[in-house]
């Protein structure tokens, strides 16, 4: 396996595990209790939040992943630094949304007396989970690249 092809596919699994988890994030802001509920701020505020972080956080963080890994030389960490910052760039997007809109963390005009502040931490609980697992996950698929690039080379050789 050359090395461009090597970069490709870590490239392919860090953007797959980057999308995955922005999709997940994306799902719990558009469709899930309590933020499709709220009333302050609005379910739509979420939805706008979902939004522009589904779609900008797996970009940044591939491409900030892609030139970290090659600044560094450690390529095959790739999909491991897309995991890591996926959920971190999502979670970026929803406390800079709340710092502009200028909500109020601990109104609880909400039906069920839920503070912007409670779905707050739920939601960053959730990214923390993301990051956990991703990190995991994309490390070992980069082991795993790599110990199949480095078998593939020696059985090149031969």
């Known amino acids: 396996m050359t090395a461009a092809m090597q970069r490709l596919l870590l490239i392919i699994i860090g953007s797959i595990g980057a999308t995955g988890q922005a999709g ?11 933020y499709k509920m709220m009333s302050q701020p609005p379910s739509e505020f979420y939805l706008v939040i979902a939004y522009v972080g589904g779609l ?3 970009i940044a963080a591939v491409t900030a ?3 970290l890994s090659a600044k560094v030389k450690v390529i095959s960490a790739l999909p491991a630094v897309a995991a890591l910052l996926s959920p971190l760039l ?10 502009v809109a200028g909500v109020e963390m601990r109104a609880s005009e909400n039906f069920d ?11 960053a609980r959730s990214g923390l989970q993301l990051i956990a697992a991703g990190v ?7 082991i795993a690249v790599k110990a199949l690039s480095s078998q593939y080379r020696r059985s090149a050789q031969v």
């Open 24 to 34: 997940i994030l994306f799902h719990l802001l558009a469709d899930c209790y309590p």
């Open 56 to 58: 900008a956080s797996p």
């Open 65 to 67: 992943a892609w030139w």
């Open 90 to 99: 999502f979670l970026l997007v929803f406390a800079v949304a709340h710092l």
């Open 113 to 123: 007396h839920t503070t912007p502040l409670d779905a707050a931490y739920g939601f």
């Open 136 to 142: 995991g996950i994309g490390a070992l698929c980069g």
